[in-house]
């Protein structure tokens, strides 16, 4: 048996400090594959709401300060951007208040979404189209943000976010709302009033905005869920844009899509890369990969503690890697020692026992 080191999940990821995971049993069945795409957000997505968050008055400053904004970055459709740098968008249009939601609706006509939008209004109904489109909903944003539907007649839409300030958190759920209900005027083509709409926050000083914007007095607060509810009339009203056939080749579209799409590399992947490149140039020091990365020491650990992590992590995290798949390969302790910069073997197999619970000679006995 060999126990994980501190800081490595059970899919090798790396996850905040905390006390050494239980012994784990190698059972000989391949460890599940982390998607790629789980914290990460539509170039779309991110365009829409940094557009708005520059109207809204945010400085170029801070956002050109956000990773992954760039329109050298927003290229395309199959490019994901860290869900990190979406939530920093929406913290710069938190400051403006209730309507700063609708307002980023506002900028969003059918297709600036790109296959999403077109998935909510090519199904029979609204209800149906939504019903398909649901598995789906990775194209846009992160897989954790849930999208809760619930169809009894009337078509009851939920949101979830996982952004954790309740001030952003307000926002993100109003734009939410206010995009299927654009939506759903667009694809049925007339006025759509909402039956009703709940938020999780409480009411506002004045939501008058949110009432026009909506177009009805029925909102609640304070309520259990962020919802837009429409009523059955409009739920199973046929949609002007019904194509059955362009519905399944959208659905094979966005397969397509799921599966080839990428995430752009972000700060903490850019530092991992160079701390690799130092490993190997036999140079693994602070001072050395933040040189490589043009900025100060300083400033590096700052960085990392932005991402819930620290150098002296990071470096044990990718020694420990690099360790592994030598010792396997057939490398000696002694020679390993070396290529990681650890003063003899013996450093070497006291830092592995650390970090996995078992000598380096495990490896050779599994």
């Known amino acids: 048996?060999?126990?994980?080191?501190?800081?490595?999940?059970?899919?090798?990821?790396?996850?905040?400090?905390?006390?050494?995971?239980?012994?784990?049993?190698?059972?000989?069945?391949?460890?599940?594959?982390?998607?790629?795409?789980?914290?990460?957000?539509?170039?779309q997505l991110i365009r829409l709401v940094r557009d708005a968050a520059l109207r809204a008055g945010a400085g170029i400053?801070?956002?050109?300060?956000?990773?992954?904004?760039?329109d050298r970055e927003l290229r395309g459709e199959l490019d994901r951007i860290p869900m990190r740098s979406l939530v920093r968008l929406w913290e710069l249009l938190a400051s403006a208040g209730p309507g700063a939601g609708l307002a980023v609706v506002a900028d969003a006509p059918l297709g600036r979404l790109s296959t999403w939008d077109y998935l909510v209004t090519?199904?029979?109904?609204?209800?149906?189209?939504?019903?398909?489109?649901?598995?789906?909903?990775?194209?846009?944003t992160a897989a954790a943000e849930g999208f809760d539907l619930h169809h009894d007649g009337e078509l009851t839409i939920g949101y979830r976010t996982t952004a954790g300030d309740p001030?952003?958190?307000?926002?993100?759920?109003?734009?939410?709302?206010?995009?299927?209900?654009?939506?759903?005027?667009?694809?049925?083509?007339?006025?759509?009033?909402p039956a009703r709409i709940t938020f999780s926050h409480p009411a506002p000083r004045e939501h008058r905005v949110?009432?026009?914007?909506?177009?009805?007095?029925?909102?609640?607060?304070?309520?259990?869920?962020?919802?837009?509810?429409?009523?059955?009339?409009d739920a199973e009203a046929p949609l002007q844009r019904a194509d059955p056939a362009l519905a399944q080749l959208l659905r094979s579209h966005a397969d397509l899509v799921l599966a080839s799409a990428r995430p752009i590399p972000g700060p903490?992947?850019?530092?991992?890369?160079?701390?690799?490149?130092?490993?190997?140039?036999?140079?693994?020091?602070?001072?050395?990969?933040?040189?490589?990365?043009?900025?100060?020491?300083?400033?590096?650990?700052?960085?990392?503690?932005?991402h819930d992590t620290t150098w002296r992590h990071e470096l044990d995290l990718l020694r420990y890697r690099r360790a592994e798949e030598l010792l396997t390969s057939g490398a000696t302790t002694a020679a390993v020692a070396d290529r990681l910069g650890f003063a003899d073997?013996?450093?070497?197999?006291?830092?592995?026992?650390?970090?996995?619970?078992?000598?380096?000679s495990a490896l050779r006995n599994r």
């Open 210 to 233: 949110l009432i026009d914007g909506f177009g009805t007095h029925r909102i609640e607060f304070d309520a259990p869920a962020d919802t837009i509810t429409f009523a059955a009339a």
């Open 268 to 306: 903490l992947e850019e530092f991992r890369t160079a701390l690799a490149v130092a490993i190997d140039t036999g140079d693994p020091t602070l001072g050395a990969v933040a040189a490589r990365l043009a900025m100060s020491p300083r400033s590096l650990q700052r960085r990392l503690a932005e």
């Open 122 to 140: 090519t199904g029979a109904t609204l209800a149906a189209s939504l019903t398909a489109a649901q598995p789906y909903h990775r194209l846009v």
């Open 1 to 43: 048996m060999t126990a994980r080191p501190p800081g490595i999940g059970s899919t090798g990821e790396l996850v905040p400090d905390r006390p050494p995971p239980p012994v784990a049993t190698r059972t000989g069945t391949p460890p599940a594959v982390a998607d790629p795409l789980a914290a990460t957000a539509s170039t």
């Open 345 to 360: 073997d013996r450093a070497l197999r006291k830092a592995f026992r650390r970090w996995s619970g078992a000598p380096p």
């Open 61 to 70: 400053d801070r956002v050109d300060a956000i990773h992954g904004v760039d």
């Open 167 to 193: 001030a952003v958190s307000s926002v993100i759920n109003e734009y939410v709302l206010s995009y299927y209900l654009r939506r759903a005027r667009e694809g049925l083509g007339r006025p759509v009033v």
